[in-house]
Every structure is written in structure tokens, then in C-alpha cells.
């Protein structure tokens, strides 16, 4: 199946664009056709306008979209239709991607779909968000599914905030301190070279070994940018492969510390989604299949659909996370008290507050030991250069006294 980008005019006879899922360009016109619009032009969506157009508008972030359920809900509660409530959240939007969605969603309800399968139509809401809001039509509870649908996004921008924090902080130290390092063999070392040279001493391996990677670097540079180059890009091609994203995703979760920030943040993310989709009325298999594209790790994806399975063969939700290397003893005690008493998303719910506040203290204890650490490897570097460039002066010193 394919997409494609269209125009039409709608039975208002405004112009509409868009895209829509079909199995060839006949079928799209034909279906849009046959919910009474007129087609202006159909365009199959190749792959290089997709990353244009993700490139223009900019990734929509889970911040925004929780920004979006908020305002939304409170909108709709103040009594302002849809429509109108969609209206007003488009021309306030600053993401150009989510703008343009958002009017698109306006002018297909406008037209007679429901709010959830025009948002499904745009492809850029979540479908999580896109669930909810079908459950809250069917149920005439639309205010509530957003409201909820605002608590998740909000608390999941606010862990990926907290884990983008850990991660990032300790590559602008190290960042710094290579930073530091090329300098003081680029524009240092060079300066007392020709000192060194008069000398006509026998210099330490320590100045010959700096020296050397001085002269490396202004003469050899470009080789090492092409390298680092081709690093970064073979290590992107094998990440994109499905074997590649597994072997790198199993190294990311035995890194000390870091390891366990990722297990606490995917436990969190799971009791969250699935807790907030069974409480939606959504069954056990489906909304575990959506949850599984939310955590956010393809081993954690790949145990979580393989739950799928398992649930629709009839084995309980909780002998499947105990059987799990992925997941912590303390899923599996609340999913199993949660089966017990019949109130599994309580206890979900539960678990994903528990797991917040675990990645929050992770994360400051992370700050607490790298911290100290990149500052003494950066002292370190510092103290070699120096000692690689004094310790021939001290030398000639002693020989001339």
C-alpha cells in the first residue's frame, strides 16, 4: 500500500490537502471521490518528499502533543464545537508539521469524518492518541480521553527530558575535553617545537609522543574527519538494520548506570501506555500491540508483541513479564495483584509512578558520578600536555646549572 498526497474540494467547496493510504492511484481518487469530494490532483508521496516535508516542519515532540490534548480538552469543555476548537488550536500552533495536520483533521471533520479517523488519516498523531480519542467517541467521553491522553504525554515528555538529561550532559563534558585537547595540540605543542629542536637533546618519549600527534593533526586532519565520518555513518546504516538496532539496543542496556536508566524509563513508559489503554476500555491484546510501539526500545517492542501473542493464547500478563529478563520483579507484582483484584490499570498506573521517581534518582546519581569523573580525566589531559612540555625545560635547566 502506498501513499499519496491529494486536493480536493470538499462538498463546502473548500480546498482541502492531505494524504491517504491506497493500493494505487485509481483507488485513492476513488475513495475520495466517493465521499462527495472533487479531486483537484492525487500524487503518489515518494520517499524523498517524506523527508522533506519532516525536515521543513519539524519532528512533533510529545511536549507538543501534550500541549495540543490539553487545549483541546479545555476548549471543548468551555463548550466550543470541534471544529471550531480545531480551528483555533491550528492558528495558535508554532510546529509547521502539526499546524498542517491539525488544519487537515479541521477540514476532514468538517466534511463528515469522525475526529479520530481524520487524526489517523494525518499519520503524525500517535496511535495511542488516535485509540483514545475512537474510545472517548464511542463512550461520549472525548473530554476525559483527552485529559488523560495530556497526563500521559506530559509525564512522557517529562521522563524522556529527564533521560535526554543523563545522556547528554556527560558527552558536552567529554565533547569539552577533546575540544581541549586538539587545541593544545594544535596551536601549543607546534609553538615550542622549534624550541625543542634547538635544543639538540634527547627529549622524553612523552614531549616526542605529543609532538608527533601534533604534527599528526595539522598535516593528516582530513583523514581523520573522513574517518570519523564513515564511523558515524556505518555505525547509522547498521542501527537502521533490524539485526543492528537489537545488538545495539542489548549494549545500551548492560552500559553501568546508563543501562538502568533505559530499563527504568521503558518499565515507566509500558505501565504507563498500557494502564492508560486498558482504563480507555481497550482490550489487553490490542492495547498491549499499541504499547509496544511506545516504550521506545526495539528488545523492549519485540518482548512486548510477543506478550501479544502469548495473552491471546490465554497465559496471564504477569507469568509473561516474570518469565522476561527485560522486565523488573516489581512489574510483575503489580500486574499479578493488578489480575487478582481486577484492577490491573490501577496497578499499572502505580508502577509507572513508582518507575518515575526511579529514573529521576537515577538520573541525579548519574550526574553525581560522571561528573566528577570527566573533570579528572580532563585534569589528567591537562597534566600530560603540561608535563610533556616542561619536563624538557626542567631538563635543560638542570644542564645548564
Known sequence: MAQF??????????????????????????????????????????????????????????????????????????????????EMLAEQTENKTLKNAIFNV??????????????????????????????????????????????????????????????????????????????????????????????????????????????FIISKWYMILLVIVAIVVLFRLYKSTPS????????????????????????????RTLSTLIAAGMNLVDSLNITAKAVGNVLYQDEIESFAVSVQQGIPLSQLLKRSDLFPPM?????????ETGDIEEMLTNAANYYDEEVETTTAQAMALIEPLIIIVMALMVVLLIGSIYTPMMSLYDNIQ
Do not use: W
Open 106 to 215: 479541521h477540514d476532514q471533520v468538517e466534511t463528515g469524518m469522525t475526529l479520530s479517523e481524520a487524526m489517523n488519516a494525518q499519520k503524525v498523531f500517535p496511535s495511542i492518541l488516535v485509540h483514545m480519542v475512537a474510545a472517548g467517541e464511542a463512550s461520549g467521553s472525548l473530554e476525559t480521553s483527552f485529559e488523560r491522553m495530556a497526563t500521559h504525554f506530559e509525564k512522557d515528555a517529562k521522563l524522556k527530558g529527564m533521560v535526554k538529561k543523563a545522556m547528554i550532559y556527560p558527552l558536552v563534558l567529554l565533547c569539552v575535553a577533546i575540544t581541549v585537547m586538539i587545541v593544545m595540540l594544535v596551536v601549543v605543542i607546534p609553538s615550542y617545537s622549534e624550541m625543542f629542536a634547538e635544543m639538540d637533546a634527547d627529549l622524553p618519549g612523552i614531549t616526542r609522543a605529543m609532538m608527533a600527534g601534533s604534527d
Open 331 to 339: 512489574i510483575t507484582h503489580m500486574a499479578g495483584i493488578g489480575e
Open 5 to 86: 498526497s491529494y486536493t480536493i474540494l470538499n462538498k463546502a467547496g473548500k480546498e482541502t490537502k492531505g494524504k491517504i493510504d491506497a493500493d494505487s492511484r485509481e483507488d485513492a481518487i476513488s475513495l475520495l471521490k466517493s465521499e462527495g469530494n472533487t479531486v483537484v490532483s492525487v500524487n503518489e508521496v515518494s520517499t524523498l518528499n517524506k523527508d522533506i516535508n519532516i525536515q521543513i516542519g519539524g519532528k512533533i515532540t510529545s511536549r507538543q502533543i501534550g500541549m495540543f490534548c490539553r487545549q483541546f480538552r479545555s476548549i471543548i469543555g468551555a463548550g466550543v464545537s470541534i471544529v471550531s476548537a480545531l
Open 244 to 271: 543492528g538496532s537489537r545488538v545495539i539496543a542489548g549494549i545500551v542496556l548492560k552500559i553501568p548506570v546508563f543501562g538502568t536508566l533505559v530499563v527504568k524509563s521503558s518499565c515507566s513508559r509500558f505501565s
